[in-house]
């Protein structure tokens, strides 16, 4: 203790400047509020012993800003990429202030034999804005072997996992219903509103571990049915995923945010590997767009899956090397602000999330280590970045050109608006265009509106084809 006296005072200054706490790290406070009419959900899983079959239930309390006629929603497993695989959503029961109605079953773009993507309930008579619309659903959820996709069952181990596993309300405020068909691209295609998640219930057999989304309210043990049930809840997200299994575990606090991380055993990297990555990651982020909007921020490595899957305050993640594909954790987590806090129409605008998380992880990351920017991979086709799925759908090669036209044209032409502007003017807009824009559904010209005192960053955009649609 004596011999601290005798540093000097340039080493005394560091060592202070060492001991300040970080800045916190998420704040979802510092954000604009929710808006207080979003539709309130209760949701709740029973997953099967076999860990193959979800049996759930939900309630939605809606208040629409415009008048509707009907409730639309969306059973996403039934996309093509997911339902080929053997998942499945179908709904069993469908209520509407108490009242049984018969729904209207659309593909929408699910394949033959699959159910429905889209389903719609009439109201016996139409709602005013600002009404209360109470809808009770029950519904199956049937998961597929080894799906390298959102939801699915290992193909080794006791492991389950189910994001958008349940009739997702298809509302856009202002907009109305979002009605656009499913596409055989890989890729996120909902639009979902920000609502509380009052409760979700996951009923598991006793012993499994548990993965939600939101804050972990506990575990309530039934010995008499020898099944276990976890609850959470979250104030404002647009959409939930579930892993189950039997998993190693990692909770911990850091600078304000609650990390949960967890993985079958026998993963490639450790947990204390993934939470540096994560934890440092983010902190690149928070400092580039501000704080994390999630006070718990849910990992789950799956090793079915391949790269990432982003969900509001959670994220699922392949085997990946943590270290290695950085990349990968910097553009799933990027998605934390562009998909979590400000929402889009994935179906119609996807470069509003896709190109603004792969233009952030190549603000934040190594440039070298990008393997989105593979030289000549493809010829590169300029003014198609504002397109929607179903036209990346009837290319010659979807998957592919859908990246390159979306992920890396989309962060090029970021790149260079940011660079017509100035870095630090573009930075700012882009933090203004989240605070304007939070837990809303953006559209192009909200990204217009944002830019429009920076012309150079518009003329940019507008080049690549940004507000081609004119939504
Ligand atoms: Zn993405």
Redesign the pocket.
């Known amino acids: 203790m004596d011999g601290r006296d005798a540093v000097t005072d340039a080493h005394r200054d560091t060592t202070d400047a060492t001991d300040e706490a970080p800045p916190p790290l998420a704040a979802l406070a510092d954000w604009p509020e929710p808006d207080p009419q979003r539709p309130v959900v209760d949701l709740r899983f029973e997953v099967a012993a076999d860990l193959r079959q979800v049996t759930g239930t939900e309630r939605i309390v809606f208040r629409p800003d415009l008048s509707v006629c009907e409730v639309v929603l969306r059973a996403w497993p039934n996309k093509p990429a997911t339902a080929r695989a053997g998942n499945a959503l179908e709904v069993t029961e469908l209520r509407i202030d108490g009242e049984v109605v018969p729904p209207i079953l659309v593909p929408a773009g699910a394949p033959d034999g699959a159910p429905a993507t889209l389903i719609e309930a009439p109201l016996e008579q139409c709602a005013s804005a600002g009404a209360s619309i109470v809808v009770d659903l029950a519904f199956e959820v049937r998961l597929g072997t080894a799906t390298d996709e959102r939801l699915g069952v290992a193909q080794a181990g006791d492991l389950a996992w189910f994001g958008t596993a349940f009739p997702l309300l298809a509302w856009e405020r202002g907009q109305g219903w979002a009605r656009d068909a499913a596409v055989a691209v890989p890729g996120e295609m909902a639009t979902s509103e920000t609502f509380e998640l009052r409760s979700l219930e996951v009923e598991v057999p006793h012993g499994y571990d548990v993965l939600g989304v939101g804050v972990p309210l506990g575990v309530r043990d039934d010995p008499a049915t020898g099944r276990s049930t976890h609850r959470f809840a979250a104030p404002a997200v647009r959409d939930v995923t579930v892993t189950v299994g039997d998993l190693e575990v990692l909770e911990e606090d850091i600078d304000g945010v609650t990390l949960h991380l967890g993985a079958p055993a026998g993963t490639r990297a450790s947990l204390d590997a993934w939470r540096d990555q994560v934890v440092d990651v983010t902190r690149s982020l928070v400092d580039h767009l501000g704080p994390l909007p999630y006070d718990d921020l849910w990992v789950s490595v799956l090793p079915d899956q391949t790269d990432g899957i ?1 969900y509001a305050g959670a994220v699922q993640f392949g085997d990946v090397d943590p270290e290695d594909e950085r990349w990968l954790l910097s ?2 987590l990027a ?1 934390q602000w562009f998909y979590g806090l400000v929402g889009n129409n994935q179906a119609r605008d996807p470069w509003l ?2 190109a603004f ?1 792969s233009f952030v992880q190549a603000v934040v990351d190594d440039p070298d280590r990008d393997p989105f920017r593979p030289p000549g991979r493809l010829a590169r086709s300029d003014g198609e970045l504002g397109q929607p799925m179903t036209y990346w759908a009837a290319q010659e090669r979807p998957g592919r050109t859908y990246v390159e036209g979306v992920y890396v044209r989309g962060s090029d032409a970021l790149v260079a608006a940011r660079d017509a502007a100035g870095a630090e003017a573009f930075d700012a807009a882009l933090r203004d265009y989240l605070v304007t824009n939070a837990h809303a559904i953006a559209t192009p010209d909200d990204v217009r509106a944002a830019f429009a005192h920076l012309p150079g960053a518009v003329a940019v955009l507008e080049t690549a084809g940004a507000f081609a649609t004119g939504s």
């Open positions: 982003e553009h799933e998605h999330d896709e998380a």
